[in-house]
């Protein structure tokens, strides 16, 4: 019988106090070596956190090679001798997520294992795939460690692998965490609508990762039928997409974590693309037309000089059926009808929201300000307008599009004389509804007539961080991925409660449960 279960769980975490680097890295005189069929040998580094805590992990190990606008490359020369797997790979050109508010700088900053090189810059390569390996000391189980695979966020324009730190996950759940690099912006996802550039080169990165994984995760003592896709925001969006993505990810996954994202309303088609295109042709002076020399002339530039004066673009996934020759589409139609007709890879599923996702994003460092009941019901009739416009495609035929706005402004409106924020909130509300939190209930209903699916909200809010932020702000993005990673039992100087603890704790457990049995509460979770 096909379940869909909903476990509600509450947060929200701020912090001013910077916070140290989360453990220490250092390279063990028993430093673990594996071979690896094909490649070679690689030698790998202990991480340490208070003497007797270890992980190991191999670091920067290449799954593929990128050749601008083009598949991934899966072929990879042996190295010779003992590959030193002990830092990470360089991370993908791109200009840098442009800051939502200093909230949620904060809290990336918490979360981040991020590491910069001797001089205090980062290192970016177009070449830019590796793929970074973490591991349970110890003996594994007998079929090997479940594995959890992360695509980190960043709206398919920025982020890298070092986003999240991976320690507490492994530690004390004794599961395998890989984390990866794939090319973002238009490195990743430059696409025409004339077939010669079929566009989603960062999700084929993806899937070339993911079978890479598949491949050599059992050297590692992983156990290659135990693979679990988890993302966050465009990497959320990434992982449903891997699911409709036909044979390009068929067979390398067996469950999905889907937060803060959803497939289904967020696939583009390649004209949507042709006025950034314009843009960037009159930038770099290459000809628009016809494409072949547009794009001869783009791959002739310098990545760093591409990357740092691309106009603004919010790059992304196409459908791309009809647009190659020599490779499978990766999405051959709307995720949602993909996903209706049942033409997906059938794996259980977790998929979550927070309750307020882009409250930071909507007000920035306004967060303190009001608005007014007017502005409110003006911005329930754009919503009104826009959408009966998208589905009918005409206004002239939306004549009854005012008293849909009405009936909105009626469902969400604030009453007089209420507490401040109340507005905000409301208006927050049908903003998360609308984007998040029914998206969410769509896809737990189509995929729940052929798997599991458990599905959240995310509410707890942390006391002892929750500072400068207005009681009416809810559960931001990127402030759940505190507790996904148990970052309130690293060693920096926030005043962790032990409640944040025990929701980390939680967190944690059900979602290795997940990874290791196919249901979160199968077993050591006390909610």
């Keep these: 019988m096909k379940c869909l279960m909903n476990f509600f769980i509450q947060f929200i975490l701020l912090s001013y106090i910077f916070c140290n680097f989360l453990y220490i890295c250092v390279l063990s005189v028993d430093a673990p070596f594996i071979h690896i069929p094909g490649n070679g040998i690689v030698s790998g580094t202990y991480l340490k956190m208070e003497r007797v805590k270890n992980i190991k992990a191999y670091l920067g190990i290449r799954y593929a090679h990128a050749a601008r606008f083009s598949p991934p490359d899966i072929e990879i020369t042996p190295w010779k001798g003992i590959f030193n797997a002990t ?11 442009s800051s939502m508010s200093q909230h949620t700088d904060k809290i990336l900053e918490i979360i981040s294992a991020d590491k910069t090189v001797d001089d205090g810059f980062k290192k970016y390569e177009e070449n830019c795939l590796y793929l970074n390996v973490f591991v349970p000391d110890g003996l594994p189980e007998i079929n090997g460690y479940a594995v959890i695979v992360w695509i980190h966020s960043g709206d398919f324009s920025s982020g890298s692998p070092m986003d999240v730190e991976p320690f507490q996950l492994v530690f004390k759940q004794k599961v395998i965490v890989v984390t990866f690099s794939y090319r973002l912006n238009i490195f990743g996802f430059f696409s025409t609508d004339d077939g010669e550039a079929q566009g989603n080169y960062g999700l084929m990165d ?31 969006i990434s992982v449903g997409l891997h699911m409709t993505s036909g044979e390009w990810s068929k067979g390398a996954f067996h469950k999905a974590i ?28 290459c000809p628009r037309r016809p494409t072949s020399m547009f794009m001869q002339c783009l791959k002739r530039i310098d990545a760093k000089r591409l990357s740092d004066n691309l106009p603004l673009v919010n790059w992304g996934p196409v459908v791309d059926f009809g647009l190659s020759n020599i490779s499978y589409p990766f999405i051959e139609n709307q995720p949602e ?21 882009e409250v930071l994003t909507l007000f920035k460092d306004n967060i303190d300000s009001e608005i007014s009941a007017n502005d ?7 919503i009104a307008m826009n959408d009966m416009h998208k589905m009918v495609k005409n206004y002239e035929w939306c004549s009854n599009y005012e008293l849909i706005s009405d009936a909105i402004n009626f469902m969400y409106s604030a009453e007089t ?15 998360n509804e609308k984007f998040y939190t029914t998206p969410m209930q769509i896809f737990a209903d189509i995929v729940s007539k052929d798997q599991h699916v458990y599905s959240y909200i995310f509410k707890f809010k942390s006391k002892a961080l929750y500072q400068k932020i207005p009681n009416w702000v809810g559960v931001p993005k990127y402030f759940d991925q505190v507790f996904v990673w148990g970052t309130p039992y690293m060693n920096n100087v926030i005043d962790w409660k032990s409640t944040d603890k025990k929701i980390a704790d ?14 979160p509460t199968k077993a050591n979770v006390y909610i």
């Excluded at 830092?87 to 997520?97: A, R, Y």
């Excluded at 049942?342 to 259980?348: D, E, L, S, T």
């Design 337 to 357: 009808t993909l996903f209706l007709k049942g033409n997906y890879h059938k794996v259980p599923v977790i998929i979550g929201v927070t309750d307020m996702e």
């Design 206 to 236: 993806q899937s070339a990762a993911l079978y890479w994984i598949k491949k050599n995760i059992n050297y590692f003592g992983g156990d290659s039928n135990r693979i679990t896709l988890m993302g966050h925001d465009a990497g959320a």
């Design 506 to 519: 939680i967190i944690m457990t059900l979602w290795a449960n997940f990874a290791k049995f196919s249901n």
């Design 417 to 431: 004389n209420e507490d401040q924020g109340i507005t905000n909130s409301h208006l927050i509300n049908a903003h």
């Design 376 to 382: 409110l019901k003006d911005f329930f009739g754009d």
């Design 87 to 97: 830092s990470f790979g360089p991370s993908c050109w791109q200009k840098g997520m």
């Design 258 to 285: 889907i937060m803060s994202g959803n497939p289904l309303n967020a696939v583009k088609y390649p004209y949507d693309y042709d006025n950034a295109l314009d843009q960037i042709s009159s930038i770099f002076g």
